[in-house]
T-cell receptor
Framework: NAGVTQTPKFRVLKTGQSMTLLCAQDMNHEYMYWYRQDPGMGLRLIHYSVGEGTTAKGEVPDGYNVSRLKKQNFLLGLESAAPSQTSVYFC?????????????FGDGTRLSIL | KQEVTQIPAALSVPEGENLVLNCSFTDSAIYNLQWFRQDPGKGLTSLLLIQSSQREQTSGRLNASLDKSSGRSTLYIAASQPGDSATYLCAVRRNRDDKIIFGKGTRLHILP
């Protein structure tokens, strides 16, 4: 019962470095999401995808790029990391069958930008 | 713009007590409302989902109610246990394909 798996779990970067966060789900879900969670700000949607090959912007997309080349994977990229991107990043997925299906979350990636 | 508020931000109660967590939202035109649980260092787990046409949902010791007209939802936890200690988040969806808006959560601590 893997569900939603995020890689890596922890990472420390220097300002200006780039990296990619990987999200994989084994539930054949159509929809996938990337959120960031910051103290006092709650969860905010960065980007999302409603199917393989599609992506869309959420509330806070600046500084991030995403790709959904395979249905089971959703990648979040930071091209030039900034300290403001220090956060906990969560990936989630849900079935396509209407909006009355709960999202399934991964355990998060804790990212620190120095 | 939809805003979701959860008050209080933190709550401590003795084990065995019944308790109520509150959630309010500014736009009553919602598709559904969900309650999630988040344990420290973990992701979110969906507890209950109430569709806009429903008034409440129950799962074990948990009961969630929805009053769209007043923009309020409550999560009732009966006979609280130390294992219930976690952060509880409320989230609303405006329509079928829209994004979910989360509240900032209530940190619950059940005292043994």
């Amino acid at each position: 019962n893997a569900g939603v798996t995020q890689t890596p779990k922890f990472r420390v970067l220097k300002t200006g470095q780039s990296m990619t966060l990987l999200c994989a789900q084994d539930m054949n879900h159509e929809y996938m999401y990337w959120y960031r969670q910051d103290p006092g700000m709650g969860l905010r949607l960065i980007h999302y995808s409603v199917g393989e090959g599609t992506t869309a912007k959420g509330e806070v997309p600046d500084g991030y790029n995403v790709s959904r080349l395979k249905k089971q994977n959703f990648l979040l990229g930071l091209e030039s990391a900034a300290p403001s991107q220090t956060s906990v990043y969560f990936c989630a997925s849900s079935p396509r069958t209407g909006g009355n299906q709960p999202q399934h979350f991964g355990d998060g990636t804790r990212l620190s930008i120095l | 713009k939809q805003e979701v508020t959860q008050i209080p931000a933190a709550l401590s109660v003795p084990e065995g007590e019944n308790l109520v967590l509150n959630c309010s939202f500014t736009d009553s035109a919602i598709y559904n409302l969900q309650w999630f649980r988040q344990d420290p260092g973990k992701g979110l787990t969906s507890l209950l989902l109430i569709q806009s046409s429903q008034r409440e949902q129950t799962s074990g010791r948990l009961n969630a109610s929805l009053d769209k007209s007043s923009g309020r939802s409550t999560l009732y936890i009966a006979a609280s246990q130390p294992g219930d200690s976690a952060t509880y988040l409320c989230a609303v969806r405006r329509n079928r394909d829209d994004k979910i808006i989360f509240g900032k959560g209530t940190r619950l601590h059940i005292l043994p």
